[in-house]
């Protein structure tokens, strides 16, 4: 099949779920012989998945999208024009910049482009759409990273005439963090432009669940499809670290509960048996989250426990299962619900047991692997409560972690993820 995938960009110096979902899905669809092009929207895309990048240019700038919304200006500048603020070195830049991704500031424009051909960046929807419609080869599918995207299926489809399927994962919590009436007007949009989309998936029943209720979409048109990751590199598993270590892997923000996870460990060190214990934190950040670390930073310094919390600033994708092997357990109590945690699938592969909240996809994900532990969220104490056994008992923790790996290889391999992707696909193009 020749497949087109449409990803936005995050930026590269954070860890973003859905832009390493994605570059893994690709790698493992072409290792099938699929024919696949992964088109980057608004920033560049280079993250360690270096063979799913194409080489398609960046559609909706990120620069060109935002002066389109403020200006009627920039909605009549010449290609030209627009092409020197596409620079991806700009566009880089900018990417680092305070803000680039918050939903609290993105209301009116989340609207435009969920509008799409009504909306005030028609003219990228144009050229979009134009130059997949001279590519050598017409897909046989378009498939879109997230309901975000939704917008653009139906110029798509008018102009290729082919099906289009949406993946789901954690869009609602970027929905409902904009502010009235944008959250609610968005919302009324996507159930109208759902029926654009000829299927979607979801990457877990938790999530499928939600969006079915929030959207009002009929059952027979929500897939499950559970992510897996690619398994390359993680094919030794070495035993944990002598000293007892804690790790964080994601961006390192409030939201995914970073400040939870420090009282936890602040907690944890009262307890003599656990004097020596370490805190590692890496998953890269945006600009403003430096003021959130820099709060974090203080809290730990005044606890006299600075020098046990190791934070590696700048995110390196290519070092995660490095990172991963010093660990005695991961967490990343994440402060919502969440549809995936790509995080924890990375650890257990590694043989490194989790604790996470007992929300969202997480009782679904560790009933399916065995490898960790629940606890209540948002809660710092539960947290300590339940990392401290597996601190304190290395070979409880060794069991759980030999279990999750075990379940990862079998049931969470992106190569098994990739053939029931094309099967879906299969499916809506006959």
């Not at 877990?204 to 559970?226: N, P, T």
């Not at 490194?352 to 960790?372: A, H, K, W």
Request: with cysteine; aromatic share 8%.
């Amino acid at each position: 099949m020749r497949i087109v995938q449409i990803t936005p960009s995050a930026g590269d110096s954070f860890y973003c779920e859905n832009c390493l979902r994605d570059a893994a899905l690709v790698t493992a669809m072409r290792k099938l012989g699929h024919d696949v092009l992964m088109i980057p929207l608004y920033l560049p895309l280079q993250i360690d998945e270096s063979s799913s990048v194409s080489k398609a240019p960046i559609f909706f700038g990120g620069i060109n999208v935002y002066l389109q919304q403020k200006s009627a200006f920039f909605r009549r500048t010449p290609r030209w024009f627009d092409r020197l603020l596409d620079s991806p070195k700009l566009l880089r830049w900018i990417g680092r910049k305070a803000g680039a991704t918050s939903a609290r500031n993105l209301g009116q424009m989340t609207i435009s482009m969920l509008q799409a051909e009504q909306g005030r960046q028609k003219k990228e929807l144009h050229r979009f759409v134009e130059w997949l419609d001279t590519q050598d080869n017409k897909p046989d599918v378009v498939c879109l990273s997230n309901i975000l995207l939704a917008g653009l299926a139906r110029g798509i489809k008018q102009r290729l005439g082919v099906p289009v399927v949406c993946l789901l994962q954690d869009e609602d919590g970027f929905l409902d963090g904009l502010t009235s009436p944008y959250s609610e007007q968005a919302w009324q949009i996507l159930a109208e432009r759902a029926s654009d989309i000829d299927a979607f998936i979801a990457v877990s029943k938790y999530y499928a669940d939600v969006m079915r209720q929030r959207l009002e979409l009929q059952a027979e048109r929500v897939h499950v499809i559970y992510m897996g990751i690619s398994l390359d590199g993680y094919e030794q598993w070495e035993a944990g670290p002598e000293i007892p270590t804690i790790g964080y892997l994601s961006r390192m923000c409030p939201d995914k509960g970073l400040d939870t996870l420090v009282d936890a460990f602040v907690h944890l060190k009262k307890n003599k048996k656990l004097k020596n214990a370490r805190l590692r934190i890496t998953g890269g950040k945006r600009a403003d989250d430096e003021i959130f670390l820099n709060r974090i930073r203080q809290h730990l310094s005044s606890c006299g426990l600075i020098d046990d919390v190791e934070f590696q600033p700048d995110f390196d994708c290519n070092s995660k299962s490095d990172f991963l092997r010093t660990l005695s357990v991961l967490s990343v109590p994440e402060k919502q619900p969440v549809a995936y945690g790509l995080y924890v699938l990375e650890a257990l592969a590694a043989g490194v047991p989790v604790v996470q909240p007992s929300s969202g996809v997480f009782p679904e994900l560790l009933e399916m692997t065995g490898g960790g532990v629940l606890c209540e969220p948002n809660n710092a104490t539960a947290l300590a409560s339940a990392m401290e056994p597996l601190l304190l008992e290395p070979d409880y923790a060794r069991q759980l972690g030999k279990r999750g790996r075990d379940a990862v290889f079998e049931k969470f391999n992106i190569e098994q993820t990739a053939k029931e992707m094309v099967r879906i696909y299969g499916e809506v193009t006959q």
